[in-house]
């Protein structure tokens, strides 16, 4: 069934194109150009693999709303062929990576070629047809994802972010000021828990479990879905969460460290060692696992994701396996 509505394929091609201008422009915009682009840079991948999953994901909006609701409408209207149908799939898609390379290029000789080749692919469009535009963007912009220009936030480097920190963890700490106030407060509760219990005769040092119950960085992913669509969407997502569970239980190591430090006690100082090195082990495997199978991302709220009951559980599978390995070696 058809309307009786008749469309150029002209028209249709330049809506398309001035569509997906505008869904790449205000990706560009509140993505890269956001305040969360700098910390998605602390990931353990390539400048260009990090590029390749902003056009995906870029490329992959404008399939759903651009691509789709246009073929819908032009289904039903007459004078439209298959050819016209590949057209905006080639136009959308081809056009995506340029519109995002132009506003976030790493640099103006990148940016300047981008508009150039836009330009060319509306010049084209004006003197031959649609379909060779169309065709033309499309080689242009695989081109450009599979040499995975580098996206950068210009006002970033303008306002001087300094030197690069290339991991995560250390990241969030810096950046965070809620994750430095946890740290700071769970490793100040371990001390005193450890004191109460030295005093009291205890000899496991269950101060040091304390520290793993830190939620903002147990629950990074899920406190910033954008940075876990990139890992998902980027090659080597196990290599990124590997390396994050390494970093987090090194700074639970650590933290462990200071707590056992307070109140040492040399005859069972190697024990204390192996219970904090499991327990912080275990603490961020249990997290990043969770992470990975189970993230938290249908929340309107970050308060939704602190106080979900699952916080609990790095904590409870690090108790029993660092108390079995301190009981292993006492």
Known sequence: MHLEVAVSTQAVSAGVFLATAAAMSSIAWTWVHSERWPGLTRFPLSAKDLARAAYLVGSLVVLLEVVLPVIAFISTAQGITHTSAVTVILLALGTAPLILLLWSGPTRRHRLGAFIALVTGILIGIVLNPLSAAMALAVEGTACFLLGFEATDAAARRRGTGPRISSLVLGELMC?????????????FGWLLNTMLHDHGAAL??????VVQNTPLNAYFSRHPSTWLVVKTCPRTWRTLGVYAVELAAMYTVCGALVVAAEPVPVRLASDIVFVV????????????MEWRWPLLDWKSEREVIRHPRKYVPALVAC?????FWILTH
């Open 320 to 324: 029993p396996v660092s108390i079995a």
């Open 176 to 188: 965070s000021r809620m994750t430095q106030i946890n740290t700071v407060a769970l490793v100040a």
């Open 205 to 210: 040092p269950l101060g040091a479990i304390t």
């Open 278 to 289: 499991s327990a912080a082990s275990s603490a961020a495997l249990a997290a990043v696992l």
